[in-house]
């Protein structure tokens, strides 16, 4: 089996789990877009399709482009988008007021540093996000951050490189 097919097996396995562990306990929480009840809901069932096709597509993506798949620097990624998902899931969840507001700004600087176009990056913030929010929400918010990543990196970095170089 390859190591594609295996992370998103266990992917598949960790969101079918958390799903039914939430619907024994209460039921599948539902998230309103922008946090507002006029504003269409969605329900983190959504996790059990989205969760194994991004973890396919992610890992995919991530041995196309990759010599090494799964080097520590690619695990590190990983990991540290997992612990800022999970962190902004906590300012959210306990709205620590002071950081809520900063959130947005402190993500979209980050976003301008890090690669975080990256398949680790994208996967990683969508599981460290997935049990507070499901995993359309924090899908559709890194992918955002992700295009903006990839314009600044691929597209504007360079062309102010040779601007400063020439």
Not at 80 to 85: E, H, K, M, Q, R
């Amino acid at each position: 089996m390859s190591k594609k097919i295996g992370l998103t097996l266990f992917a598949s396995l960790g969101i079918w789990l958390l799903l039914a562990f939430q619907f024994l306990n209460g039921g599948i929480p539902s998230h309103y877009i922008l946090h507002d009840k006029n504003m269409p809901s969605l329900t983190n069932a959504w996790g059990a399709l989205l969760i194994p096709v991004l973890t396919y597509i992610c890992t995919g993506l991530h041995e196309k482009y990759s010599a090494s798949p799964f080097d520590k620097k690619v695990i590190a990624g990983w990991i540290s988008a997992i612990l800022v998902g999970i962190i902004v899931s906590v300012v959210f969840l306990n709205n620590i007021k002071p950081l809520v507001s900063w959130l947005g700004p402190i993500l979209l600087a980050i976003s301008l540093i890090v690669r975080v176009y990256q398949p680790q990056y994208i996967l990683g913030f969508v599981f460290g996000m997935s049990v507070a929010f499901g995993a359309v929400l924090p899908t559709a918010f890194v992918l955002v951050l992700a295009l903006l990543s990839a314009t600044v990196h691929l597209l504007l970095y360079p062309v102010i490189k040779k601007v400063i170089t020439t």
